[in-house]
């Protein structure tokens, strides 16, 4: 009979952030319920969800990596990427296509100075395509750190700037 021993996950957290992710295991009447909020903690410090987070994450709501995984890389909240502090979105759905997103995203890429999915150097924006985001009246539909702005406009887009 051998014994195996479980190594480990070394934490890219800080003792702080290690509390918090622990509170979600206790927070609901099954540990695993509290995996999206530990998750979307991690996202808002890391700006990302990388593999050692997931595994640290799995290890201590005790799941398997590949669920954490699946959940992180299914669920457009999370990145696999560095977002800039102010993440932006613009709806490339059907309907939003048609209103103009394809204009709008060569009009963040130039207000922004960088292509989709890249933060700007400073850190404090990146912007990226996003499937329906059930605002098919304002298309073409813009996201500003999870909530709806309306419809994309090279002026609200210019707007984005002010953002501290």
Known sequence: MTMTTKTPVKSPFTQEQETVLAEWTKRYPYKNMGLIEAL?????????ISPEAAAFVAD?????FNHVWGVATFFPTFTRWKT???????CHGLSCFLAGSGKME?????????????????????????ECL???????????NDRLQGAATEASIAKLKDLK
């Open 134 to 144: 059930g605002a098919c009246e304002q298309g073409p539909a813009l996201l500003v």
């Open 60 to 64: 201590l709501f005790s799941l398997p």
């Open 106 to 130: 060569k009009c963040l890429e130039k207000t922004l100075g960088v292509p989709e999915k890249t933060a700007t150097p400073d850190g404090k924006f990146s912007w990226e395509t996003m």
């Open 40 to 48: 979307r903690s991690v996202q808002d410090w890391h700006r990302k």
């Open 84 to 90: 800039g502090k102010h993440r932006v979105g613009v």
